[in-house]
């Protein structure tokens, strides 16, 4: 009973820090922002005024569609090639060839996310990129062209993957070595090639990681900031700085002084964001016992 109560506690001794952390810049400021939604500025309750004021916005239902569409690029991306990746490097049998890809993979995550679009400004500016060829073969002669409105998801997606997918193949890498060596054995004996091996086999097996995956790039792909903030920056005015959801959120806090109105925008965010991981995990089974 003693080592039982030991245990224990030894297990809220390891999540009181992150519990801590979780209350002091997780709850308080969600509750912080519900309070400021649903008031004015002199903190009286208006209901769902500000929802509506901000929804009647004219740059809202763009900057939706503008996150709607990089999130459906971004997350279709990285769950086919970064499954893909996983599977090709836990095929190869050489051992220093499979550590060696997965220090490349892991690399790019090492950089900031401010860093990464930074460099991949210089690598889209086709008079100085390394690969001008390829880059005005693609989107257009100039800078401009290239970081056209209607160019960015794609290069949003690239950025991300780049910046990104890298950890995510480490760790589907290491839930594939978690798959019994009996149940690979006994589909090759069935006859099962490598690529029905990987869908009949090895992708089922990797839904609650997959579902893990989606659900954490969701949460941070919702929140695009970064990356249309230096662009719009770099283009002077071509893009511009009411391209995202949370950009209108901070153009509004900062530059309009409406925060109430700020808060309504992130708590729509905040909402469809969690609508979305619900949905996956209701049917991706996450929480499922084997």
Same mark, same amino acid.
């Given at each position: 009973?003693?080592?039982?109560?030991?245990?224990?506690?030894?297990?809220?001794?390891?999540?009181?820090?992150?519990?801590?952390?979780? *209350?002091?810049?997780?709850?308080?400021?969600?509750?912080?922002?519900?309070?400021?939604?649903?008031?004015?500025?002199?903190? *009286?309750?208006?209901?769902?005024?500000?929802?509506?004021?901000?929804?009647?916005?004219?740059?809202?239902?763009?900057? *939706?569609?503008?996150?709607?569409?990089?999130? *459906?690029?971004?997350?279709?991306?990285?769950?086919?090639?970064?499954?893909?990746?996983?599977?090709?490097?836990?095929?190869?049998?050489?051992?220093?060839?499979?550590?060696?890809?997965?220090?490349?993979?892991?690399?790019?995550?090492?950089?900031?996310?401010?860093?990464?679009?930074?460099?991949?400004?210089?690598?889209?500016?086709?008079?100085?990129?390394?690969?001008?060829?390829?880059?005005?073969?693609?989107?257009?002669?100039?800078?401009?062209?290239?970081?056209?409105?209607?160019?960015?998801?794609?290069?949003?997606?690239?950025?991300?993957?780049?910046?990104?997918?890298?950890?995510?193949?480490?760790?589907?890498?290491?839930?594939?070595?978690?798959?019994?060596?009996?149940?690979?054995?006994?589909?090759?004996?069935?006859?099962?090639?490598?690529?029905?091996?990987?869908?009949?086999?090895?992708?089922?097996?990797?839904?609650?990681?997959?579902?893990?995956?989606?659900?954490?790039?969701?949460?941070?792909?919702?929140?695009?900031?970064?990356?249309?903030?230096?662009?719009?920056?770099?283009?002077?005015?071509?893009?511009?700085?009411?391209?995202?959801?949370?950009?209108?959120?901070?153009?509004?806090?900062?530059?309009?002084?409406?925060?109430?109105?700020?808060?309504?925008?992130?708590?729509?965010?905040?909402?469809?964001?969690?609508?979305?991981?619900?949905?996956?995990?209701?049917?991706?089974?996450?929480?499922?016992?084997?």
């Amino acid at each position: 009973m003693t080592g039982s109560r030991l245990r224990l506690s030894a297990g809220h001794v390891f999540v009181s820090g992150y519990v801590v952390l979780l *209350v002091a810049f997780g709850i308080v400021p969600t509750v912080y922002a519900l309070n400021l939604a649903f008031t004015d500025a002199r903190g *009286v309750f208006t209901g769902f005024d500000n929802f509506v004021r901000t929804a009647q916005d004219f740059r809202f239902l763009a900057a *939706v569609e503008h996150v709607a569409t990089y999130l *459906v690029l971004w997350l279709v991306t990285l769950t086919v090639l970064v499954l893909l990746l996983a599977l090709l490097v836990h095929r190869l049998t050489a051992g220093w060839s499979r550590a060696a890809l997965r220090f490349v993979y892991y690399v790019p995550g090492a950089l900031a996310g401010a860093s990464s679009v930074l460099l991949w400004l210089f690598m889209l500016d086709p008079s100085v990129s390394p690969v001008d060829d390829l880059v005005r073969a693609l989107w257009g002669e100039t800078f401009v062209q290239v970081i056209a409105p209607g160019h960015l998801p794609w290069i949003f997606t690239l950025i991300a993957f780049w910046t990104g997918a890298g950890g995510w193949i480490v760790v589907m890498y290491g839930a594939l070595n978690t798959i019994p060596h009996q149940v690979m054995e006994a589909a090759r004996v069935d006859g099962a090639g490598p690529v029905k091996i990987a869908l009949r086999v090895q992708l089922p097996m990797l839904r609650k990681w997959i579902v893990y995956m989606l659900i954490l790039s969701l949460a941070a792909g919702t929140q695009l900031f970064v990356e249309p903030q230096l662009v719009s920056q770099a283009s002077f005015g071509v893009v511009g700085n009411d391209y995202s959801i949370n950009q209108l959120a901070y153009l509004y806090a900062f530059n309009q002084n409406d925060f109430n109105g700020s808060a309504a925008i992130a708590v729509d965010l905040l909402i469809v964001a969690l609508c979305c991981a619900g949905l996956f995990v209701a049917r991706g089974g996450l929480f499922d016992t084997d």
